[in-house]
């Protein structure tokens, strides 16, 4: 059975500073039913959103890391050899459609296909899951709702969601905080002085230009709040900045060289 997270109903909802009208957008799709696809980069806020809102609804939260190994019995559950007797386990899926829970499939296009094929009938006005190896057939419970992520950044022409599932989800787009954003975001989250903080804001938005450059992909704001944390611990800005916001974007040298003369510009 793959590790996957559970939020209680009822848990304080962490901390999530909107950008927009986001939350009003979810709330209104989980008044409706209807399943929410989140798109945006690694690192942005996207989990953070779900369990934020998660909380805020009253309803508990399943989550699941998708990966390429993922298979539909890992979601819906299996057979398994307790005590010597055979006994079925729900998985987070089952377990959410039964409970009427958000259940949050991260990166859903890294999971194998038979996966989405179990999503559609749960996606739709029939809101059922079918177990072939119960022979139920659940209704969803009210407050069910499926709520998956994925990164359309990544350059892989194979993992993209076909149209007849995506086509399931009402979408909702993310991307990086704005300054503005960002840097109450760090501050709170690293425990440094928002002063402190613009300028990594500052450098993260360098980065962040050169996305689809020398970049792949910008740096995230999970990697701005390491470094601010490492430098709110002590850690020399320089050191802190290399490790958290440089090393982990790449192993070209030529290319952190580059990077690091960013860092220079700014902090001198
Ligand atoms: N609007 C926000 N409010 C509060 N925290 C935020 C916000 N945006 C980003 N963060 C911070 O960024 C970190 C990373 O966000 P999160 O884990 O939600 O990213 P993600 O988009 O789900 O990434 P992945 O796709 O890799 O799972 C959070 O732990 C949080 O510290």
């Not at 989800?169 to 704005?178: L, S």
């Amino acid at each position: 059975m793959n590790a996957h997270n559970i939020t209680k109903e009822g848990a304080a909802a962490p901390f999530y500073l909107p950008q927009g009208d986001e939350c009003d957008v979810f709330a209104a799709a989980a008044a409706c039913d209807l399943p929410v696809l989140l798109k945006g980069p690694t690192g942005c806020g996207k989990t953070r959103f779900v369990a934020h809102m998660a909380a805020k609804l009253g309803r508990p939260l399943y989550t699941v890391a998708c990966h390429d190994d993922l298979s539909a019995a890992d979601l819906i559950g299996r057979y398994l050899l307790k005590g010597g007797e055979t006994v079925w386990v729900d998985g987070p899926l089952t377990r959410a459609v039964r409970e009427g829970a958000i259940c949050y499939l991260d990166e859903v296009v890294e999971a194998r296909k038979d996966v989405t094929v179990v999503l559609h009938p749960l996606t739709d006005d029939r809101r059922i899951l079918p177990i072939d190896r119960t022979g139920e057939e659940l209704e969803a419970a009210p407050g069910f709702m499926l709520v998956a992520s994925y990164n359309p950044g990544y350059q892989n022409i194979l993992k993209t969601l076909k149209p007849s599932t995506r086509q399931r989800f009402v979408a909702m787009e993310f991307d990086f905080p704005a300054p503005q954003h960002e840097i109450p975001v760090v501050a709170r989250e690293s425990g440094l002085s928002e002063e402190r903080v613009k300028p990594l804001v500052r450098l993260a938005g360098k980065l962040r230009g050169l996305k689809g450059q020398d970049l792949e992909e910008g740096v995230s704001t999970r990697l701005v709040v390491y470094a601010a944390t490492l430098i709110a611990r002590g850690m020399p800005i320089e050191r802190a900045i290399d490790t958290a916001m440089i090393e982990p974007l790449s192993d070209d040298e030529d290319v952190k060289r580059g990077l690091r003369d960013l860092v220079t510009a700014i902090f001198g």
